[in-house]
């Protein structure tokens, strides 16, 4: 297996690995958020860059070290900016970030380019830095970007098995069955299984204030309660994520 991190690699290796082979690049995109109080305050970028690995192993791609801080964190799907160790961006600093690095990759002679999301908030921002960096390369710009989230590509049977009482949504599942189960996989030793809360499923009122009340988070910082997640619920996760990521980017870039 080829070596996948970039920032391990040299940069002659690195050339020769984009401009020769043609390795696909992925830049995973997360945050630095409170998870609850049984899940590491990293857990949206080690996911996110936890898949790319998986992916980029399957397809002798390379991973860019990750974007670890994301847009702030929302009381309805994060928990909101209210916790201690939430560390977020400004979007104007996201969307540079983001634009400055699309255009270095392209620089690089990078043809295909993944942004692999694993923080709810970042989504549009992430869509603005790409789009800027897009309009800046040109009418004819050298480089494909993907952009996703990577629980996207998870099919109805695989969540009607791992939720079989109903699954509550992506945005209530902060740091729920889903990231629980895949950090379980990943990261088993970042888990604290003995302090799982049980709150939740948090109830939103179909509007936002700003300031916000965060009487509406449960104080654990958790939205759905992760008591169901396994480290095997984990693995079925992960190589669907693997196997459908790997197949789509087989037909978008060739
Ligand atoms: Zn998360
Ligand atoms: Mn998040």
Not at 124 to 134: M, N, R, S
């Amino acid at each position: 297996m080829k070596p996948i991190h970039m920032n391990r690699l040299s940069w002659p290796d690195y050339r020769d690995r984009v401009q020769k082979e043609g390795a696909t690049v992925f830049l995973p995109c997360g945050a630095t958020e409170q998870h609850g109080p049984h899940l590491p305050l990293g857990t949206d970028h080690l996911l996110s860059a936890a898949v790319a690995e998986s992916v980029a192993a399957r397809i002798d791609g390379i991973v860019a070290p990750p974007l670890a801080y994301g847009y702030k964190s929302q009381p309805k799907c994060g928990g909101g900016q209210h916790f201690c160790g939430t560390t977020s961006l400004d979007a104007a600093t996201l969307i540079g970030q983001v634009r400055d690095t699309v255009r270095e990759f392209a620089r690089h002679g990078v043809k295909n380019l993944v942004l692999c999301n694993g923080h709810y908030e970042n989504q549009w921002f992430l869509t603005e830095g790409i789009d800027l960096a897009i309009r800046e390369l040109g009418a004819n710009p050298p480089i494909k970007v993907m952009r996703m989230e990577y629980w996207d590509f998870f099919t109805t049977p695989t969540l009607d098995r791992i939720f079989p009482e109903g699954f509550p949504g992506y945005a209530l599942e902060h740091a729920a069955v889903l990231e629980t189960s895949m950090m379980l996989h990943y990261h088993p030793d970042l888990v604290r299984l003995d302090l799982i809360p049980d709150d939740g499923p948090a109830d939103f009122p179909p509007y936002d204030l700003y300031p916000p009340n965060t009487e509406w988070v449960p104080p654990s910082g958790v939205l759905s309660s992760a008591k169901a997640a396994t480290k095997e619920k984990g693995g079925w996760m992960v190589e669907e994520l693997t196997d459908r990521i790997a197949a789509t980017l087989r037909k978008e870039f060739g």
